[in-house]
T-cell receptor, first 109, second 116 residues
Framework: RKEVEQDPGPFNVPEGATVAFNCTYS??????FFWYRQDCRKEPKLLMS???SGNEDGRFTAQLNRASQYISLLIRDSKLSDSATYLC??????????FGGGTRVLVKP | DAGVTQSPTHLIKTRGQHVTLRCSPI?????VSWYQQVLGQGPQFIFQ?????ERGRGNFPDRFSARQFPNYSSELNVNALLLGDSALYLC????WGGGTGANVLTFGAGSRLTVL
């Protein structure tokens, strides 16, 4: 089983709609969680950290479910510019950050 | 302030050759990590360095090696290149320690390696 798993998508989303997707992790001792965004042929960039109580950053909401070992990302009022691959990142013990395979989101007019 | 810089940006090699990729971290960042990203997949951890010492290693063969210099820049070396080594090699810098900053990676634009 992979340490961090994501639905590769693509999620085809009408502009203005809401989209949500999850990421599961296998190590119950994982301590920190993040979402990174990667545009086509570009480097990943931090979108947001994921806190235990859940957190929002504008149109983006991240949730953590430790009991079921998954994190989620919800995007409200999708914009064309939200089209990207969203990478789930998990940190277990030590300083190694493990990336999921990414979920591709395509926002269409 | 300059971000993370990597060189070269693109390179083409043939099987069996050797390659050296270079990375300069953000000023003030003392930790450098290397990732391999094959097309269509997420980045895979190769190495992490801090204060010139290896602090973490991913599941890669011994053909892969790296080092960090006193100015915190880093090199990734790959020997005896295989077709499967074709990928985007990403360098990321970060702070070090238990604080939040140590968890945030800032990536360079990557070095795209093609092995023929």
């Amino acid at each position: 089983r992979k340490e961090v798993e994501q639905d590769p998508g693509p999620f085809n989303v009408p502009e203005g709609a809401t989209v949500a997707f999850n990421c599961t992790y296998s190590n119950s001792a994982s301590q920190s969680f993040f979402w990174y965004r990667q545009d086509c042929r570009k480097e990943p960039k931090l979108l947001m950290s994921v806190y235990s109580s859940g957190n929002e950053d504008g149109r983006f909401t991240a949730q953590l479910n430790r009991a079921s070992q998954y994190i989620s990302l919800l995007i409200r009022d999708s914009k064309l510019s939200d089209s990207a691959t969203y990478l789930c990142v998990v940190k277990a013990a030590g300083n190694k950050l493990t990336f999921g395979g990414g979920t591709r989101v395509l926002v269409k007019p | 302030d300059a971000g993370v810089t990597q060189s070269p940006t693109h390179l083409i090699k043939t099987r069996g050759q050797h390659v050296t990729l270079r990375c300069s971290p953000i000023s003030g960042h003392k930790s450098v990590s290397w990732y391999q990203q094959v097309l269509g997949q997420g980045p895979q951890f190769i190495f992490q360095y801090y204060e010139k010492e290896e602090r973490g290693r991913g599941n890669f063969p011994d053909r892969f090696s790296a080092r960090q210099f006193p100015n915190y820049s880093s090199e990734l070396n790959v020997n005896a290149l295989l077709l499967g080594d074709s990928a985007l090699y990403l360098c990321a810098s970060s702070l070090w320690g238990g604080g939040t900053g140590a968890n945030v990676l800032t990536f360079g634009a990557g070095s795209r390696l093609t092995v023929l």
